[in-house]
């Protein structure tokens, strides 16, 4: 195998080396300087096309995976720690949510139905957990209707004691502004209590039906409550 | 210092290893678009069979309550009730009736793969029963030779999708809504167009 000389990472001046031809007195003349990319190379060897599988398998399959098991980068309506996707589920949908969709099966709300809004975090960045409690205070958009339910991380119901893992805006207790505070715990609080459990992850889904914007035109996000971390045992 | 980069100057890769490894990347790009473009057509059961379980076709067939780990669909509201049809236009347009008596009801047609194409809800209808036409543009073309006598004051969704299924979606504030909500479930009408 031909000798292919290192390049060196990181370019250091070479110290000065003055070399003086003189065709009268020299006897011979100084090895011509030859640039490296023309020495010869194999262009095919088994040990970097090996590499080049392994990096295509494992980054392609990998963040294929990782990216159907995240909320689809596209479209994406994001007020606070609220995300939604207006058009996922619908025929407009990018293909990041229709294979999210079609991989679970949900059954997604029009846009003549209303808008789910689902959070996993809190406001302070940390993933929601059952066992803790929260307080969701603010108020949503006008609507004449809105649900929020806690469910786990693979977006089914929670299983709680209290028997439901929901409340809706025509049960809810707000005041003249509109304004209402949320408490989200395992056990009863007073107020609106929001029932959580298990040990599964939580993840809200606010569901706003027939909600102005999208019978408007334009996407932009409305303000939504806050979601903050009050204690946790 | 001057040691660092004599130690940098030291260290070397192969631009053979370089250029395999940005081929390798580039490699990885197709395969993360292509697996993410072919999920939706390797699913075992698509939205429409699972929809075929609840019961016959071109009928409402009412959806058991949403409870945890025994919801009939992913992802559907505790606080309605459902009722749900699926319809194949090969069989000839459908017309879909639904009322009911609760401060929001709606309603969404789903093609095949479980996409919405349709939707709509009680203030559309001004409150009133939603009569919907669903057929093809063939279809359409046919019946307006011979239009029924009500079809000005129908909903026409001209579609596509040969094969799909409507949800009809009530609110139940309480419990007390619940008798009146699953009548009006069970008297919706999801079916053929009446012969002349």
């Known amino acids: 195998m031909t000798h292919t000389p290192h390049m060196p990472l990181v370019a250091v001046p070479e110290p000065e080396t003055t070399q003086i031809y003189d065709g009268e007195t020299s006897w011979q003349k100084p090895w011509p300087r030859i640039s490296p990319l023309l020495y010869k190379a194999p262009f095919f060897s088994f040990g970097p096309f090996l590499f080049a599988v392994c990096i295509a398998l494992i980054v392609g399959i990998g963040s294929a995976y990782l990216s159907l098991n995240r909320g689809s980068p596209f479209n994406a309506l994001e007020s606070g720690v609220w995300v939604a996707h207006p058009y996922a589920g619908t025929i407009d949908s990018d293909p990041?949510?229709?294979?999210?969709?079609?991989?679970?099966?949900?059954?997604?709300?029009?846009s003549g139905e209303g808008i789910a809004f689902y959070a996993a975090f809190d406001d302070s960045g940390r993933a929601l957990d059952p066992q803790c409690h929260y307080r969701i205070s603010g108020r949503v958009p006008s609507t004449r209707l809105w649900t929020i339910t806690a469910l786990n991380n693979a977006l089914e119901l929670l299983a709680t004691d209290a028997g439901r893992a929901s409340l809706h805006s025509h049960g809810m207790l707000m005041d003249h502004t509109g304004a209402f505070s949320i408490e989200v715990a395992p056990e009863a609080r007073p107020g609106n209590w929001l029932p959580?459990?298990?040990?599964?992850?939580?993840?809200?889904?606010?569901?706003l039906y027939d909600i102005p914007y999208t019978t408007g035109a334009g996407l932009s996000a409305p303000v939504m409550p806050a979601v903050e971390l009050v204690s946790c045992k | 210092m001057n040691n660092l980069l004599k130690k940098l100057q030291?260290?070397?890769?192969?631009?053979?290893?370089?250029?395999?490894?940005?081929?390798g990347l580039l490699v990885a790009g197709i395969i993360h678009v292509s697996i993410i473009l072919s999920v939706p057509a390797y699913v075992p059961d698509s939205p429409y069979d699972r929809v075929g379980g609840f019961g016959a076709d071109r009928i409402f067939q009412v959806l058991p309550p949403i409870l945890p780990r025994s919801e009939p669909l992913p992802d559907l509201d505790?606080?309605?009730r459902h009722a749900i049809c699926r319809y194949s236009l090969e069989n000839g347009p459908l017309i879909i009736n639904t009322y009911a008596p609760t401060p929001f009801w709606s309603l969404g047609l789903f093609n095949e793969n479980g996409q919405v194409t349709y939707s709509l809800?009680?203030?559309?209808?001004?409150?009133?029963?939603?009569?919907?036409?669903?057929?093809t543009p063939q279809q359409l073309s046919i019946l307006r030779?011979?239009?029924?006598d009500d079809l000005e004051e129908m909903i026409v969704v001209e579609t596509d999708e040969l094969k799909g299924f409507a949800l009809f979606r009530a609110f139940a504030p309480s419990n007390a809504y619940l008798p009146q909500i699953s009548q009006a479930l069970r008297s919706a009408t999801c079916s053929d167009l009446p012969q002349i």
């Open chain 1, 96 to 110: 990041y949510s229709t294979a999210i969709f079609a991989r679970t099966g949900r059954v997604p709300l029009g």
């Open chain 1, 196 to 207: 959580t459990g298990g040990n599964s992850g939580l993840v809200f889904a606010m569901r």
């Open chain 2, 10 to 23: 030291d260290f070397y890769i192969s631009p053979r290893w370089i250029l395999w490894g940005i081929g």
């Open chain 2, 78 to 80: 505790p606080s309605m």
């Open chain 2, 121 to 135: 809800n009680d203030k559309t209808s001004e409150g009133e029963a939603v009569r919907m036409l669903v057929l």
């Open chain 2, 145 to 148: 030779e011979n239009p029924p």
